[in-house]
């Protein structure tokens, strides 16, 4: 089956410096679909971005992503970290007539 | 934004115990599922439906039982819980299974098994 891995289980940043999350993936399929979640506390998981087409950029909300088929990666960037970028963060990919995976969620803590 | 209902929010049971957990989306979407989500494990799929009357088994499906009974309602049982089932419950539902239709999220129930 499909497997999504986020390396790294928590991340903590100082305020203002660069975000890089890991996400790599495995499938047998060609075109998968891979997606960002964001969770902030005690909320629910909801979309942050997703993408499709193989080396382009996709960015929503300070965050981007690019799909690199070649390498099966979709790391998640940002620039400046800030406070209330704190939150869990999950990579998953989905793909046609499948159910979709999830990585086991990057915790962010940011501080001052 | 679609609508996700999970019911109870929150719910305490002892061990043994009888437990159903309910999802409402009014999204009309086909697909819907029930994750749990535990600290180092992530979100973990017990059971998917992609339609009235229709179940998929999951990635941990043991100790689970669910029924889809409309488009809208699918439910979550536990017949005879344990703490190992002690967890936050996520429902969900999509448009389509494998697409670039993204998953909206219930608030999810925490379950609590004593």
């Known amino acids: 089956g499909d497997s999504v891995t986020q390396t790294e289980g928590l991340v903590t940043l100082t305020e203002g410096l660069p975000v890089m999350l890991n996400c790599t993936y495995q499938?047998?399929?060609?075109?998968?679909?891979l997606f960002w979640y964001v969770q902030h506390l005690n909320e629910s998981p909801r979309l942050l971005l997703k993408?499709?087409?193989?080396?382009k950029r996709t960015e929503h909300q300070g965050f981007h992503a690019t799909l690199h088929k070649s390498s099966s990666s979709f790391h998640l960037q940002k620039s400046s970290a800030q406070l209330s970028d704190s939150a869990l963060y999950y990579c998953?990919?989905?793909?046609?007539?499948?159910?979709?995976?999830f990585g086991k969620g990057t915790s962010l803590v940011v501080h001052p | 934004e679609a609508a996700v209902t999970q019911s109870p929010r929150n719910k305490v049971t002892v061990t043994g115990g009888n437990v159903t957990l309910s999802c409402r989306q009014t999204n009309s979407h086909n697909y819907m599922y029930w994750y749990r989500q535990d600290t180092g494990h992530g979100l973990r799929l017990i059971h998917y439906?992609?339609?009235?009357?229709?179940?998929q088994i999951g990635d941990v499906p043991d100790g689970y039982k669910a029924t889809r009974t409309t488009q809208e309602d699918f439910f979550l049982l536990l017949e005879l819980a344990s703490p190992s089932q002690t967890s936050l419950y996520f429902c969900?539902?999509?448009?389509?299974?494998?697409?670039?239709?993204?998953?909206?999220f219930g608030h999810g129930t925490k379950l609590s098994v004593l």
């Open positions: 499938t047998i399929y060609s075109n998968p679909f």
């Open positions: 439906s992609y339609g009235a009357g229709n179940l």
């Open positions: 993408s499709f087409t193989d080396n």
């Open positions: 969900a539902s999509s448009d389509e299974r494998g697409s670039n239709e993204r998953l909206f």
């Open positions: 998953a990919l989905s793909r046609k007539n499948y159910k979709p995976t």
